[in-house]
């Protein structure tokens, strides 16, 4: 079955940046976009962006900008994100999601921004 | 680009049937059939419950059901169960440079 199994939880402080990793089993890795989705403390859900695992090609939302960078190491099928100059509000939790037809998400990452 | 529109809290008893709407515009939910639904209870990721605006994944109670009209689509839940207290999302492919959007969420209480 498809499983996305992501890294472990991280405290940072702000300016810093933080490196989440996402591994993917049970379907072809480089056949499916890998979003990433995030969602702060007592709040909704906010997709921050996508990669084509065969090309490398991502797409980031507006605001995430020049901070987010999405990544992947097809030898291992895992995807990664990469949010630089972390802001307190940058703390949340950061899934990321596979679309196969149906998506299926990762367990979460917790980031903690804090001096 | 605001999120997909949700009520922030709708609520029902146990048996009774509920529905949540999800508003969008004409560049996404009225565009594109891509809406899913996904349920969250506390501390859990979020698991869908319905893709493709009307698609159920295998294992997901056929008490869920997906629909969408013009710009809005709609989650039922039938047969309310205390189980299905959790929070729901719905989220939709843009045509804008989003590419993808989530609305608010909606609270679902079990009376």
């Known amino acids: 079955q498809v499983q996305l199994v992501q890294s472990g939880a991280e405290v940072k402080k702000p300016g810093a940046s933080v490196k989440v990793s996402c591994m993917a089993s049970?379907?072809?890795?480089?056949?499916?976009?890998m979003h990433w989705v995030r969602q702060a403390p007592g709040q909704g859900l906010e997709w921050m962006g996508r990669i084509n695992p065969n090309s490398g090609d991502s797409n980031y939302v507006q605001k995430f900008q020049g901070r987010v960078t999405m990544t992947r190491d097809t030898s291992i099928s895992t995807a990664y994100m990469e949010l630089s100059r972390l802001r307190s509000d940058d703390t949340a939790i950061y899934y990321c999601v596979v679309d196969t037809g149906m998506d299926v998400w990762g367990q979460g990452t917790t980031v903690t921004v804090s001096s | 680009q605001s999120a997909l529109t949700q009520p922030a809290s709708v609520s029902g008893s146990p048996g009774q049937s509920i529905t949540i709407s999800c508003t969008g515009t004409r560049s996404d939910v009225g565009k594109y059939n891509y809406v899913s639904w996904y349920q969250q209870h506390p501390g859990k990721a979020p698991k869908v419950m319905i893709y493709d605006v009307s698609k159920r994944p295998s294992g997901v109670s056929n008490r869920f059901s997906g629909s969408k009209s013009g710009n809005t689509a709609s989650l039922t839940i039938s047969g309310l169960q205390a189980e299905d207290e959790a929070d729901y999302y719905c989220?939709?492919?843009?045509?804008?440079?989003?590419?993808?959007?989530f609305g608010g969420g909606t609270k679902l209480t079990v009376l």
């Open positions: 989220s939709s492919y843009t045509n804008s440079s989003t590419l993808k959007m």
């Open positions: 049970g379907y072809t890795f480089t056949g499916y976009y």
